[in-house]
C-alpha cells in the first residue's frame, strides 16, 4: 500500500539526458533575454515620464509668460491716462479757449 504512493525514479538515457541539458540552457538563455528586454522598455518607458514632465513644465512656464504677455498689453491698452500726456492736453486745450475768446472778441 505504500509503495503506491512513492514515485519511481526512472533512470534518464544519455540522449534525454542531454536533451534535458540543452532545454534547459535554451530556457535559461530564453529568461535572460526576457530580462534584457524587459529591462530596456522599462528604461524607455522612464525616459518617456521624464519628458512628459519636462513638456509639462515647457508647457506651464509657456503659459505663464503668455499670461504674462497678454497682462502686459491689456495694461499698456487699459492703463489711466499718462501724467506728462494729460499736461500737454490741457496746454493745448487752454490755447484752443484762448483762440476761441480772440475770434468772439473780434
Known sequence: MLDLFRTKKTKLSQTQQTERNQTQ??????IQRIDLRFNELSAQVREV??????????LL?????????????????????????ESEIEGV???LSSKKRLIRDQ
Open 49 to 58: 515620464e521624464l519628458s512628459v514632465k519636462e513638456l509639462e513644465v515647457k
Open 25 to 30: 540552457d535554451l530556457l535559461q538563455e530564453m
Open 61 to 85: 512656464t509657456k503659459d505663464l509668460k503668455d499670461k504674462q504677455q497678454m497682462g502686459a498689453i491689456h495694461y499698456k491698452l487699459h492703463e489711466r491716462q499718462n501724467p506728462r500726456l
Open 93 to 95: 486745450e487752454v490755447e
